[in-house]
C-alpha cells in the first residue's frame, strides 16, 4: 500500500479543463489497479473561474439565473458527474481533487469523506474558525444548531474501485454575492460563509494551502 500523497497546483484553470485532466488521471489510476500495478495519490488544488456546477442527483431548478443573466455574471453553468447538487466556484475558493486510491489507505468512500472535512475542520480551528458537520449532508459547517447555520466548504465526489476524483470546494476569498443565484448543495434554509467573512479580513491562500495539505496527509496515515 503506497500512503504516499503527492501534491500539485493547477493554478487558475477552467473548471472543464480541469474536469478533464482529472478524468485522464482518473481513468489512468483505475487502469494500473486493473493491471497489479501500485498507485499514486495526488492531492490537486485550483481555483475556477465563475462556474456554476450541478451534480449527477442534482436539480437544475436549483440554479435561479437564466442563459443571459449567466452571461452577465461572467459565469458558466457546468452539469457534472460528482454527487450532490449544485454549488458555486470562483477565484478565492480553495478547491482541492484528492485523486486518491483508498485501498492504499485500507478506507471506504464513507470514512474518505469523513476524513476530508476532518482536515479541513482541523486547519480551519488554526484559524480560529470552529466548525462542525450537518447531520444528514456532506461538508463542513457553522452553528449546525442555530438559524445562523452556514456552510464555509462543500464536498462532492466521484469514485470507481475505490479511486476517488472531484472533491472539496473552501471558501477563502470568496464573492458570496454568487451563492444568491443558487440554492447551495440544494438548501433553501441554509447559509454560506467565507474564511474572510468570519475572520473580517483576507486570508493568504498559500499558507492556507500548506497546512491544509498537512492536515490531509496527517488524516491518511
Not at 504516499?4 to 478524468?23: L, V
Not at 439565473?65 to 457534472?80: G, I, P
Not at 470552529?130 to 452556514?150: F, H, I, K, M, S
Request: charged share 20%; hydrophobic share 35%; with cysteine.
Amino acid at each position: 500500500m503506497n500512503k504516499e500523497i503527492k501534491s500539485a497546483d493547477w493554478g487558475m484553470i477552467e473548471y472543464n479543463k480541469a474536469w478533464e485532466n482529472q478524468e485522464s488521471i482518473f481513468m489512468d489510476t483505475i487502469q494500473q489497479k486493473v493491471d497489479g500495478l501500485n498507485t499514486e495519490n495526488l492531492l490537486i488544488f485550483c481555483e475556477h473561474p465563475h462556474v456554476y456546477t450541478l451534480g449527477k442527483s442534482g436539480d437544475e431548478h436549483n440554479l435561479l439565473l437564466n442563459y443571459m443573466q449567466l452571461q452577465v455574471k461572467d459565469a458558466v453553468f457546468v452539469k457534472t458527474n460528482r454527487g450532490g447538487d449544485i454549488t458555486y466556484h470562483g477565484p478565492g475558493q480553495l478547491v482541492g481533487y484528492p485523486i486518491f486510491d483508498l485501498a492504499n489507505f485500507n478506507v471506504g468512500l464513507k470514512q474518505y469523506i469523513y476524513n476530508i472535512e476532518e482536515a479541513i475542520i482541523k486547519t480551519l480551528a488554526v484559524y480560529n474558525i470552529a466548525t462542525t458537520r450537518l447531520e444528514g449532508a456532506t461538508g463542513v459547517w457553522l452553528d449546525v444548531d442555530q438559524p445562523t447555520c452556514r456552510k464555509i466548504c462543500a464536498i462532492g465526489v466521484r469514485s470507481s474501485r475505490y479511486v476517488t476524483m472531484h472533491g472539496f470546494a473552501l471558501n477563502v476569498n470568496t464573492d458570496l454575492s454568487y451563492f444568491n443565484h443558487i440554492n447551495p448543495c440544494g438548501f433553501t434554509d441554509k447559509g454560506v460563509t467565507s474564511m474572510e467573512k468570519e475572520l473580517g479580513h483576507k486570508v493568504d491562500m498559500e499558507e492556507l494551502k500548506q497546512k491544509l495539505r498537512a492536515s490531509i496527509e496527517e488524516q491518511f496515515q
